[in-house]
């Protein structure tokens, strides 16, 4: 059974995901060298996001970060002032290019990242989490949005009631990103 990790599995919470994007095109992009400057620049500071919420499957095969955003709210909190270490660049850009598609209207769910470790790839497991948490969206009569970084991933979301959400974007060299988004079936848009 799926459960929300608690924090003190927010370790395993990251490594279920940095062996998830190990091969990503989209993570190897941003972080060519060393896919553990993910966990130090992506997936720590999501799990420190006030509204973050993190899921887990038995055995630790898969895992998922949620953020629970009210309307207006930034998905990347407010621009930082600090210098940017020469790693977080190519995020920090592809952060400013994103945020204009997230929804400004209303609350909704945000899946900023969502993986299954490569061993067990192809089981249904990424199904079965998102399944999960668009059930508990649809409760609460909200939205998801996210972003597909890789055409597998999109259309596993495509399958699961998302939609294309304007034209794919590109920062510079990167691989393309699909942002998508799913209605709530309840209907009542909070």
């Given at each position: ?73 930034s998905a990347y909190g407010e621009p930082s002032t600090q210098p940017v270490p ?105």
């Amino acid at each position: 059974m799926i459960h929300r990790a608690t924090p003190a599995e927010y370790e395993t919470v990251v490594n279920v995901l940095s062996d998830a994007f190990a091969t990503d095109p989209l993570t190897r992009w941003l972080f060519p060298h060393t896919i553990e400057l993910a966990t130090t620049f992506y997936f720590h500071p999501l799990l420190a996001h006030p509204d973050a919420e993190a899921d887990l499957t038995p055995g630790n095969t898969a895992a998922s970060i949620w953020l629970h955003l009210t309307r207006g709210q930034s998905a990347y909190g407010e621009p930082s002032t600090q210098p940017v270490p020469t790693a977080a660049h190519r995020l920090q850009a592809l952060g400013q290019a994103l945020a204009p598609r997230h929804p400004r209207d209303q609350a909704y769910i945000y899946l900023p990242c969502m993986g299954v470790t490569s061993a067990h790839r192809g089981g249904g497991l990424g199904s079965a989490m998102l399944r999960h948490r668009i059930a508990w969206a649809d409760s609460l009569g909200l939205g998801t949005y996210l972003e597909a970084s890789s055409p597998r991933s999109r259309a596993l979301y495509l399958r699961h009631g998302f939609h294309d959400h304007g034209e794919p974007i590109r920062v510079a060299d990167s691989p393309a990103i699909w942002p998508m988004w799913r209605p709530t079936t309840t209907g009542d848009h909070r």
